[in-house]
């Protein structure tokens, strides 16, 4: 009788900790482990992953390294800029939008070497767990998940560098003991969350931060760049065109440099409690303000309304890892199609923490120097039709204001 | 046979063009004015209103004068910002939520003085003349409403001029040319917008700004700053009582020291235009960021949640002069609900253009250290709950996935 | 040492299958087990259920009857209504919204009688189970919560039914084998769903119904009706006031006899499926049609339009089992603050399955027959403020026009 | 000097009202006048149309006349359907629909006679001005629009009949007085309003109602039906493949024979004044109907939810004239988005007024049998997992809950 093992699609990063669920998996579930190893821009290399695997027994067939850095920002970060996107008013959703993209390749390899089970590295606490699995199973209703944070007896950090000692599992210097917060990264951002964090009350040490300098560091002297859009989606820096990632990785560098996109904020997670996280997303907070720039100008007001009314279910479907929800997808047609004259230039300054749009320009563009002049401009605007605007539009407020009177004589003005 | 004269309330500022209106209304409606001049904070005396209504022939008895800074922060500032609303994404509505207030105090006037008509200043292409006029409507319905700059004859400033000149019109030297701008101004904001201002792709000159000094120019130390908030109003600032306005002018001062507040906004208007202005709303945009902040430990997500979804359109009525109308009064109940517990204190950091939020501490807390940290903590969460959470929350995705499969069966993973 | 029971309300019926579970209480969980039965107007005596509690061992001071009935109308119904709400564009949530209420005086025993566990008989895959637990943790959050259903062993009817033997529960004859269909009932409407309903495409017999006869069963006359409102809830039917159950128990009766009321739905479960009902709800579907038409000539336009977009997230909320979350209680207040001249009276036509309404008058009717006559009326509308209207409302159309011209001159008028 | 004719396309129906506006753009204009006369289904010929104008002088290369019924019903009707649109919860928007295809049309034969302006027969208090004048300006926006009702001096009845009498406009005997109320009638629907419908507490007379027969007069038998769908719209009725309109045809016969589609409505105008209509919409009163009956097994809860939350604001913009706004368009998107598997067979039961959603069935169903069973079905669903479902839903309403026992202890359980 055969024996046939079951094989699981880690979302392996290299670290200590999926290092030491891939250990587990082969113990404990016996399992063959294939690694998927993401480039996401997390910065460093991702080839270590490679030898740490063969390492720890992963056969070089069943180790995938992918660079998704192009298709994590063309699909998936700039659609979410088309909305503005931005959860409970301020957090640009950088660990959110990177999970459905993990998801979908590890599911993808899944299908390919014929995986029975795909796993992940995300704890029982938070929302990347819900985000993970929501991908795996949208794209593949019947795969196995295995969540070994949720599954393990390994109530502390002890007992986990015990079984990675245990395994031989490489534990370096600066990993015996805790780390003083948690972190997660990618092109659009990195977060930092736990241990120093964890009173709101105390503000986040500086040491903290890792992709941007403190406006305080940042120069003097104010930078000022141009970014072009075409459809909703920046293409050039500087009159430089430049391919989606590249084109981030160059707002990183200005956001860093100028101490732009830090962001210190206790957020609702989905799984129902509070957590405080700070987050830096130096080049998509050039790119929120740009981005709003170049709307204003040609994006027409009606369209823009609906699109602030529709952009908080849009975040919240993000957060909440609902990325291949169906009406996640009807919103993004919705906001797609007012992008289409989106196109044109916005100058930025960026300045000691400070991204301000100081111009922008478009052959889209809506704002008609004409119509808006105090002096008489074009023939398209007759002061006089304001009359009637706000005639017509009072008319319900007077009959309200007539009944009151009616119903209660004492409070009019004949009294 | 009596020849009542008709009697007209003017919202009356003391400059040149409420000035100029004042003499046609007595001119070329053979009207009787009242003035009234409100102190909204705008900077300046009021009391010369006075002189100068009274050198124009008013009667004492028709000249009001009221102080309306508490009542503006009060009741109209600080239920808005318990919105925290903002207008197509960025403006804080300095000028639209003063409008109301005043049409209220005119109506108010007219009533006691039983005036027939009701006069403002506003232009034929802006959205002061509704906002003014809808307020009027919805409080006295049957009121006359008179637009000088929707009536009158003179297209020209040289025409407005020759006007004020023949009827003797005191002209402050600089105000013989044109001005390069035009400028609203009140407790919460000053804008700006024409002239210089009307090529939105030419940065916004520095003369233009009124209440804030430059990023630039503030000082290179970081002011550190707490706020108190009571039911979702702020209370307090390092810990010292202030009524609404003194608070708000607090802020402001702080505000203006550290650069903060300035806007450079291209917008669309309710009579269906663009147009570019400059705000500075130095104190407001502390305050903004403060309660987020405050809210982001003491409202409960699925209340926020709401709260953003409704947001802009709260904004938009404010904007578009519906602040008396019924869906205004019905969203503000919603907000209002919501604030019974956003009491606490958070601590800002000021620091050229910047206002972050870097602590928030609450007796009315929702975040709970226990329940977050990745040790094992209280009872209230086990790690396992989060396994069913997912799997019911996917169930629908799954369902959608298997049609998929089942309708197309070259895409499932099987084949 | 003391062995100290576990005290536990349960939620009971009366019937076989919460009898079981009082069994089950007592002999697994070795606990002491408080009995609630509610009069929601489910029809039928609840006295029973107290000699039914008496013989399985529930101790006399331990058996809990109320009468709920005009609670549930007046607090839970009649709120409901006043947002005219229905799930799927259908459904008006009678089981929903009965189980706040039971959740809530549940609680109250448990408090009361220093229980240490609340139970209810609702199964897995229901909604009801949600609505129930949600109810229970937001008023007391640390309760424990039991749901046999979920815990048992008895994957079967007939594994069911042998427990019940072997404690000697007694069992109607009816109950020997299963049920051809589930049912709840109370004095909003009564459901029936699973066995004979579960295929979809097959239509429902006649026999599921309950609470109303067939349309094609009423008179062959019809019957008019007149139902007064006071601030959104009605008060009186056909000029006689009635409380809140009377008077629904009256439209209950009126539905009944004119076949009204019925709904064969396919919806969508909150944990994730589809499922089918068949629902009856007499009274409640002439009181919302009674409603709108109060509504229509009562509300104003903008106050109606942001409830009918408001309405269906509020629905889904008491669907969901979410009454007692804050975004719905803000949902209340701003529907509240609509309904205050929700006033006057409605007159109804019932004819086998359609309640129409043919008449509606009012002292707060804001319908102005002077204002909307043909003829020249009353002089609060000039035709002419129309044209002004017109052209301002279309001025960022127009725009839209000329950009679009602009960029394509191929397809302009003029080419 | 040359003294060119203003041309001008006037929307032409051939009746007394548009004969007159024709002779009068002829006379006070001095225009000549293009004629352009739709079949959208209202009954009766268009032909007839053709030889009035031509005997009001009209040359016969500028009379137009198109048969728009099937362009009328798929790309404007159908769409609208598939949002399950109702304005106000129950107008179905019959004359709404229609205005923006005439606008459309209208202005391709302005540009292809090469027009200076277009004219319609709406008056001044109404909304259909808006919806034509709106789809003008959006597809030509510097057309100019004449509006005779808003213009010409004529006050009364009797001075319009003076006017045709005048210049030799023949009057049918039924219109020298004054019709009993007015009436719109299209494919979609008929509809009547004014004078003895001016009284909203007085029930309409049945001799208004002209495309159905009353609930009273249907047959005592009901007729089923069945109608098949594909992506959202329907293709065939019983089994018979219809073309867009010969299917609203068959639908409109079905609901005149068993009394469905009548509604007596007051409504909210976009002018700002209530009015109240009959409308009577049998087709699409059974389609609307259907249509949610196909969603319920084919549409996710999802998509569903976030449609029944958008379509408000859709339906107010069809309402209010904005077919051809963006937002319109953008909504449009994510509608028809969500359409893509709404296929399959609906029955249905007419029967005196209902119109009943009796099964349904598809191949792209959700309904799975095996998950919502009472009986153990299939692998896909585990009770366990409600429980960690429940649980964390229910944790921030138990952290809301442990707070005002923490704030506000005399209200804790333990107490």
Redesign the interface.
């Known amino acids: 009788m055969t024996n046939k093992k079951m094989k699981v699609v880690l979302a392996y990063s290299g670290g200590l900790d999926t290092s030491i669920i891939l250990k587990w998996l082969q113990t404990e579930y016996d399992a063959e482990v294939v690694t998927f190893t993401a480039d996401l821009g997390q910065g460093g290399e991702v080839e270590p992953a490679r030898r740490k695997a063969e390492m720890l027994g992963v056969r070089p067939e069943n180790i995938f390294i992918d660079d998704l850095r192009e298709e994590f920002v063309r699909d998936f970060v700039f659609p979410m800029f088309r909305a503005?996107t931005v959860y409970?008013?301020?957090y640009l959703l950088g660990t959110s939008i990177a999970r459905p993209l993990i998801a979908k390749r590890q599911i993808e390899i899944?299908?390919q070497v014929g995986a029975d089970a795909v796993c992940h590295g995300a704890?029982?606490?938070g929302n990347d767990?819900?985000r993970f699995?929501?991908g795996y199973?949208?794209?593949?209703?019947?795969?196995k998940v295995i969540?070994p944070?949720?599954e393990w007896p390994y109530?502390?950090r002890e007992a986990l560098i015990n079984f990675a000692e245990k395994h031989q599992i490489p534990i370096a210097k600066d990993k015996q003991g805790e780390a003083p917060f948690?972190v997660d990264a990618n092109l659009l951002h990195s977060s930092s969350e736990?241990?120093v964090l964890?009173?709101?009350?105390?503000?986040?040490p500086e040491y903290v931060h890792q992709r941007t300098i403190s406006?305080?560091d940042a120069p003097?002297e104010?930078t000022t760049v141009t970014i072009d859009f075409e459809k909703g989606d920046p293409v050039a820096v500087d009159g430089k065109a430049l391919s989606p990632a590249s084109l981030l990785e160059k707002l990183n560098s200005l956001g860093h440099d100028n101490g732009i996109g830090?962001l210190?904020?206790?957020?609702?997670?989905f799984?129902?409690?509070?957590?405080?996280g700070v987050y830096e997303t130096p080049g998509g907070t050039i790119l929120l303000a740009a981005h709003?720039?170049m709307e204003?100008?040609t994006l027409?007001?009606?369209?823009?309304?609906?699109?602030?009314?529709l952009m908080?279910?849009y975040a919240?479907l993000i957060y909440n890892?609902?990325w291949?929800?169906?009406?996640r997808?009807?919103?993004q047609?919705?906001?797609?199609?007012?992008q289409q004259?989106v196109t044109g230039r916005v100058?930025m300054?960026l300045?000691?923490?400070?991204a301000?749009?100081?111009?922008?320009?478009s052959?889209?563009?809506?704002?008609?120097?004409d119509?808006?002049?105090?002096?008489?401009g074009s023939g398209?605007?007759?002061?006089?039709?304001?009359?009637?605007?706000?005639?017509?539009?009072?008319?319900?407020?007077?009959?309200?204001?007539?009944?009151k009177?009616r119903?209660d004589p004492t409070k009019t003005?004949s009294s």
């Open positions: 503005n409970e008013g301020q899944a299908r704890t029982g606490k767990q819900v699995e929501l199973y949208a794209l593949e209703p019947d795969i969540a944070w949720r109530a502390s948690s736990g241990k964890e009173d709101p009350a105390v503000d986040a406006p305080e003097d104010a830090r210190d904020l206790v957020e609702s997670r799984v129902g409690m509070k957590s405080r709003r720039g204003s100008i027409d007001g009606g369209a823009m309304h609906l699109k602030d009314e908080p279910r919240s890892g609902f291949f929800a169906p009406e997808e009807m919103l047609a919705a906001i797609d199609h007012s004259h100058t300054k300045y000691k923490g400070n301000t749009v100081i111009g922008r320009e052959a889209h563009s809506l704002y008609d120097q119509l808006v002049t105090f002096e008489e398209s605007y007759d002061h006089r039709d304001a009359a009637g605007f706000i005639r017509l539009n009072a008319l319900r407020l007077r009959t309200l204001a007539q009944r009177a119903l003005r």
